[in-house]
């Protein structure tokens, strides 16, 4: 059993940064941490996912250069840091695990967070 803890959700204007965290507790090691969102109306996407083992990540291509996925071990925490955002990034976002190697589809992650709530103003 993994429990999964978003913090670092808000509002923030256009070309503003924000950092989200997750916390995890229960095995982790060896798995791949994603990062996903979801705004109103639309369907759950994959945005970022970092392999917990050896730090691979892997990006959706409308955040690559602006997104940075990263992990603390010793916190068991990962994190995604946000830069230059867009109104277009405005979603609920939902950090995952699963035990597929940086998978990017949504059903195949065991386990979710609550979701983190980032609001992106023009």
């Known amino acids: 059993q993994v429990q999964l803890v978003e913090f670092g959700g808000g509002l923030v204007q256009a070309g503003g940064s924000l950092r989200l965290s997750c916390a995890a507790s229960?095995?982790?090691?060896?798995?791949?941490m994603g990062w996903f969102r979801q705004a109103p109306g639309k369907e759950r996407e994959f945005v970022a996912a970092i392999n917990w083992n050896d730090g691979s990540t892997r990006y959706r291509d409308s955040v690559e250069g602006r997104f940075t996925i990263s992990r603390d071990n010793t916190k068991n925490t990962v994190y995604l840091q946000m830069n230059s955002l867009r109104p277009e990034d405005t979603a609920v976002y939902f950090c995952?695990?699963?035990?597929?190697?940086?998978?990017?589809?949504?059903?195949?992650?065991?386990?979710w967070g609550q979701g983190t709530q980032v609001t992106v103003s023009s």
């Open positions: 995952a695990i699963s035990n597929r190697w940086l998978i990017v589809t949504p059903r195949e992650y065991l386990y």
């Open positions: 229960g095995r982790t090691f060896g798995y791949t």
